[in-house]
């Protein structure tokens, strides 16, 4: 338990932080705490043989032993007390097994068994490589970058080894030869990971089979991106007076900085992370492949091969089968998320999924994470992606007007969670400010203390009479108890943060009299949205309670 605050305990502002990242002089002001990273181990290239190895299996479409044998050679030397160096294929191929592990014709419409193993083989592999060598000895960057199909295509060329003025490039060599390493392959099916981002979320509210292998493949690379930035942010603290920040070249700076004009893609981006399923954001975020959501009918499923693999008697298994063709797709509208309440049901005594209008608790955990990566590398590198109050402008254009349960699962306190404390507390601030009453005066410095939270925030209602808007600061302010309470602790003071909290509740019960109207609202005279603004409140209540005993025990 957190120690009572005393006057000066604050959560510092994010934008102090952003202040001492950017300022060549040494600062008193927290920074952002950096995680020891793994050791991990160094690499070496697969030998030519074992390359060519790999390729042929690969073009073959012999998946399950390829990648069976990349992971013996990965795996290889990690029980000696000095590991190895690793085994590790150029990135045009990590690039292709990072294909396997999405493609549908591997995962929803996967007609054998050895399919589906290949793909889940394949998302394996990927992990392993992440966690033995991580992010920069596994040439990552390399490998997860996005290309036009003219740019894949010279990747996947024919390897030339004859001829008197063809002598194969590297490119060449190492190229593969196959319809998912080139024009199918997820990285050029696309123009950059953003799309990728508002499909698998699209994916998420809509099409509940798919989202189950988007999930882990996005899951995968938002692990990517987090790892290599904070690699990348180790290599600036050991070394901060290199000329060139490590942080400019990371794969998530290389992703925000492609593409469209700067604020056209910065709200792009937002609108990706925030991706609902509607026809607006399916329009803009469309699926990767073709026919990409239907499933296989119900007649077709997934079987074991009836034939033996015997390469040398030419028996080859599933492997020679086409599964790309799409004759047996089930045209049937694949089954969604259950995310709605029953016809007959009463909104107002069920329990909704608070979680589904963002497609379940997994999807949410993941855009929390890209939001907060996003408002790291703006504290960081403010000039070279978006200065953070222009970013946390444009989450609050996207968070703000959401219905009170979606509000809700963003601001609570368990999500902010994923923001680093001085972020999490700033963001909710300047959403509160964009509701609460006009009246309210404002804190004298952007840091989060109790004093400001008990004058300036907890005895206000919202700037109008809607319910919705008061539940919002009611959770806004919250929120801020909360965050307070974990980072610093909070104070009885006397009966003064009993005083603010009641004097709050009983304004904003007063003025919430008008019940929500449009998008996301509940319909009726507003006793569904009153159940957040008093379930707020009685929530405060309980931790005031708790804090009153914590002072009657300390008397004792």
């Not at 979320?201 to 899951?219: I, P, T």
């Amino acid at each position: 338990m957190p120690s009572p605050a005393s006057s000066h305990d604050a959560i510092p502002s994010v934008y102090s932080i952003e202040s001492s990242e950017t300022s060549s002089s040494s600062s008193t002001r927290p920074s952002i705490h950096l995680e020891p990273l793994p050791a991990w181990r160094p690499v070496k290239q697969l030998p030519y043989e074992l390359r060519e190895h790999c390729i042929i299996y690969f073009e073959e479409s012999l998946y399950v032993p390829a990648l069976h044998l990349l992971i013996s050679l990965l795996n290889a030397g990690t029980s000696s007390t000095t590991p190895t160096p690793a085994f590790l294929p150029p990135p045009q191929q990590l690039a292709f097994v990072a294909t396997l592990a999405l493609h549908p014709s591997l995962t929803t419409r996967a007609q054998s068994e050895d399919k589906l193993q290949a793909s889940n083989l394949a998302l394996k592999y990927l992990r392993l490589v992440l966690t033995l060598v991580g992010p920069i000895n596994g040439k990552l960057r390399d490998a997860f970058a996005f290309s036009t199909v003219e740019t894949s295509s010279r990747r996947g060329a024919k390897r030339r080894t004859t001829g008197d003025d063809l002598s194969p490039t590297k490119d060449d060599l190492d190229g593969i030869n196959t319809d998912l390493a080139n024009a199918g392959s997820v990285w050029a099916r696309t123009q950059d990971f953003w799309h990728l981002v508002g499909w698998a979320f699209n994916c998420s509210v809509l099409h509940a089979r798919r989202w189950e292998r988007w999930q882990l493949w996005l899951q995968y690379m938002v692990e990517v991106l987090d790892k290599d930035w904070a690699l990348s942010a180790q290599m600036r603290a050991d070394d901060p007076n290199h000329e060139r920040d490590p942080r400019e070249t990371s794969m998530i700076v290389q992703y925000l900085n492609g593409g469209d004009i700067p604020a056209r893609q910065e709200r792009r981006i937002l609108r990706a992370i925030f991706a609902d399923g509607t026809a607006k954001s399916t329009g803009e975020f469309s699926e990767i492949w073709r026919n990409e959501t239907k499933e296989r009918k119900k007649d077709a499923e997934v079987k074991k091969s009836e034939t033996n693999l015997d390469i040398e008697a030419g028996a080859w298994g599933p492997y020679m089968h086409d599964s790309s063709s799409v004759s047996d797709l089930d045209d049937t509208p694949p089954s969604t998320s259950p995310t709605a309440i029953a016809p007959d049901s009463d909104p107002l005594t069920s329990i909704p999924n608070v979680s589904a209008p963002f497609g379940g608790p997994q999807s949410i955990a993941l855009r929390l994470r890209l939001l907060a990566l996003l408002s790291t590398v703006s504290v960081s590198l403010p000039q070279t992606f978006t200065p953070l109050p222009t970013l946390y402008d444009l989450y609050l254009e996207n968070i703000r007007p959401l219905p009170l349960p979606s509000f809700f699962i963003l601001i609570s306190p368990s999500s902010m969670q994923h923001f680093h404390p001085a972020a999490a507390s700033s963001l909710t601030q300047i959403i509160l400010r964009s509701l609460i009453a006009s009246s309210a005066p404002s804190p004298f410095t952007d840091d989060l203390t109790q004093k400001d939270l008990e004058r300036c925030y907890l005895p206000f209602a919202a700037n109008t009479g809607s319910i919705s808007d008061n539940a919002k600061v009611s959770l806004c302010v919250e929120t801020l108890m909360r965050l307070l309470q974990r980072a610093c602790g909070l104070d009885w003071n006397d009966g003064r943060l009993q005083e603010a909290v009641e004097r709050g509740i009983e304004a904003r019960e007063k003025k919430a009299t008008k019940a929500g109207k449009g998008r996301g609202k509940v319909k009726g005279d507003g006793e569904g949205e009153k159940v957040w603004l008093r379930g707020s409140a009685g929530r405060m209540r309980g931790l005031v309670d708790l804090l009153s005993g914590q002072e009657d025990v300390e008397a004792m």
